[in-house]
Structure formats: C-alpha cells, structure tokens
C-alpha cells in the first residue's frame, strides 16, 4: 500500500487545518488507519486511528480537538485539526494500523507548523 499525506502548512495558534492521506494499492476499505507525527527532537507519537468499521481512538493531547475521518470510496483518510497550538508542530504521517502501532514503512510526511 502507497500512502501519501498532504494538507500541511503554517498557521497561527487557534486555527484549523485538515490533512488528508491518499492510499494506492490495496483494498483501503478493510484496513484500520491511523495518524501519527513527529515533532523536531522527538520520537514519533499516535496522533488518532480509524478502524474499518469507523471507530475512532485519538491520543489524550488530541482528543476534543482533532477529528478523524475515512472515505472508502475516494480511499483517502482526513485529519481535521482544530484549535491548533504550537505544541502541535510536527511532520504528520499516515499509516495503516493495528490499535495504535503503525503496520507501515514510514512514507512522506506533511509539516504542520503552529506559530504563536
């Protein structure tokens, strides 16, 4: 499965910002998908998952905040971030999971980047 992230970029502390995760190769529908980042000096973190089904799990920093959401038919997962701090500056990546551990190669991530 080939994913690629895209919807990054620079935004002030408070806005929103929705990523989305395009997924080639593979049957999308069944797979449990997930969003993980990665901030500068730090080990990547979950960020929220999506089963199959459409149950979804987020990190506590997240939770109430970030939504995530899946389009089986289009194949693409979406992160929608809201209230965005500058603790949420990271490079965003999107994974095939299974609970909260990422089943994937590790592809191109998106920067996302909170000013204050």
């Known amino acids: 499965v080939q994913l690629q992230a895209s919807g990054g970029g620079l935004v002030q502390a408070g806005d929103s910002l929705r990523l989305s995760c395009a997924a080639s190769?593979?049957?999308?529908?069944?797979?449990?998908m997930g969003w993980f980042r990665q901030a500068p000096g730090k080990e990547r973190e979950f960020v929220a998952a999506?089963?199959?089904?459409?149950?979804?799990h987020y990190a506590d920093s997240v939770k109430g905040r970030f939504a995530i959401s899946r389009d089986n038919v289009n194949n693409r997962v979406y992160l929608q971030m809201y209230s965005l701090k500058p603790e949420d500056t990271a490079v965003y990546y999107c994974?095939?999971?299974?609970?909260?551990?990422?089943?994937?190669?590790w592809g191109q991530g998106t920067l996302v980047t909170v000013s204050s």
């Open positions: 994974s095939r999971v299974s609970g909260t551990t990422s089943l994937d190669l």
């Open positions: 999506i089963a199959w089904s459409g149950t979804t």
């Open positions: 190769g593979g049957t999308f529908s069944i797979y449990d």
